[in-house]
């Protein structure tokens, strides 16, 4: 009878505990030996991945440095949940992995990295921090400036417990194709997949005739497209299935704009997402239609309303930010990430979290709480704690 009421509590405990997100179910599974055997098998895991929905639990930041060979080595994980009496930074995130590394992309729980330069032998990295497990890729011909998107689908139906978990990876490489006597510049880019079906890399045939730099927000995956903001108001899209690119145009703000904005991308409800700050307000369009360019305007707020809704944050932002007349200089507020409706944006030497959806802030940390070494330009990825499983090879 005892092992009948065992085993009847054990299989209500399961069905329970699959509809509890990751991040407190990693902190029941030290509740005992049963619980974490639970949490841990496979049929569990198929079923929390099945039941639970997939929420942004935090941005994970990284500084680099604009001159130097070096990599830098910190990275940091901001929670989003600002509620929680947890530190407000998180750093040693990525300490299973057998060296340091550069984070590249984040898509479904699962984060690609690089190793970080000086490296003897440079690798690419796909993990899982939430369960800290890794496959190593090899990284032919490798090039610390190329940049790399990481695209998976999460498919409750499919088992993944008997194959590995597929996914693939996109390299953008900026190529030089001037002629010897040419005086300017000629640079398209061109791309190669690695599938971890076939575990090896393979060169496409598709170039994207731009010369325009890859900046913020690398990578981004939404409906089986890769997404990377360039520095020449557009969006590099790559569709991962049909392997073909093209430039979309971000939106045209009605608006003029005396001082230099700054935007980023994002994804929200499925949608790719434009956020643009500039004096005149902090503007959010979502795209409605990639052949068209057809972008629709989805939340607007002046810099004032901002302040005076926020007060006990902000002062005098619109003077600050029409301060900015160069490009080389440091923007007073930045959007660095987007994500499910929330920006995480710096504003002067503090990083905060805004919700557009519930008219909300909240200060996520001081710059001074990232112990990084730079924070030039840094690399922000959205993440959402999975269950997901891979495969250490």
């Excluded at 029941?28 to 942004?56: C, H, M, T, Y």
């Excluded at 830098?72 to 300490?95: M, Q």
């Excluded at 890859?214 to 790559?238: A, E, M, P």
Aim: hydrophobic share 40%; glycine share 4%; net charge negative.
């Amino acid at each position: 009878m005892k092992k009948v009421q065992r085993f009847l509590s054990s299989d209500i405990l399961f069905d329970v505990l699959s509809w509890v997100p990751v991040k407190p179910l990693l902190g029941l599974k030290g509740i005992s030996r049963e619980w974490r055997n639970i949490i841990s098998s496979r049929p569990f895991i198929k079923a929390q991945l099945r039941n639970a929905d997939l929420v942004l639990t935090g941005f994970i930041l990284q500084g680099k440095f604009m001159w130097f060979k070096d990599d830098t080595k910190i990275v940091t994980y901001i929670p989003v949940d600002t509620a929680t009496t947890e530190a407000k930074v998180h750093e040693k995130v990525f300490n299973f992995l057998p060296e340091d590394v550069v984070v590249l992309a984040s898509c479904q729980g699962l984060v690609c990295c690089r190793s970080c330069f000086p490296s003897s032998e440079p690798a690419i990295y796909v993990c899982n921090p939430a369960n800290r497990q890794w496959i190593k890729l090899e990284w032919p011909d490798y090039d610390r400036n190329e940049s790399i998107g990481l695209a998976f689908d999460f498919d409750p139906s499919t088992d993944y417990f008997d194959i590995p978990v597929n996914f693939k990876l996109v390299r953008v490489k900026q190529v030089d194709i001037s002629e010897e006597d040419d005086e300017e510049e000629n640079l398209h880019l061109e791309f190669e997949l690695y599938s971890s079906e076939t575990r090896a890399w393979r060169k496409l045939n598709e170039i994207c005739n731009t010369s325009k730099n890859l900046i913020k927000n690398k990578g981004i995956y939404i409906g089986g497209v890769l997404h990377w903001l360039t520095d020449g108001d557009q969006v590099l899209t790559f569709d991962v299935e049909k392997e073909f690119s093209w430039l979309i145009s971000v939106p045209v703000p009605t608006f003029e704009f005396s001082s230099i904005p700054e935007a980023c991308i994002g994804e929200s409800e499925g949608r790719l997402h434009y956020v643009l700050i500039s004096e005149q307000g902090l503007h959010v369009w979502y795209l409605e239609d990639y052949y068209e360019f057809k972008w629709t305007l989805k939340h607007s707020k002046s810099l004032e309303e901002i302040e005076r809704e926020f007060s006990q944050f902000f002062f005098n932002l619109k003077t600050r930010v029409s301060m900015r007349m160069s490009a080389d200089s440091s923007p007073w507020m930045n959007p660095l990430g987007f994500k499910d409706g929330l920006l995480l944006m710096k504003v002067c030497a503090n990083l905060y979290v805004y919700d557009i959806h519930n008219n909300s802030c909240a200060e996520a940390c001081a710059l001074h709480d990232l112990n990084s070494e730079s924070m030039t330009c840094p690399t922000v990825l959205p993440h959402s704690l999975s269950l997901v499983p891979l495969n250490h090879e």
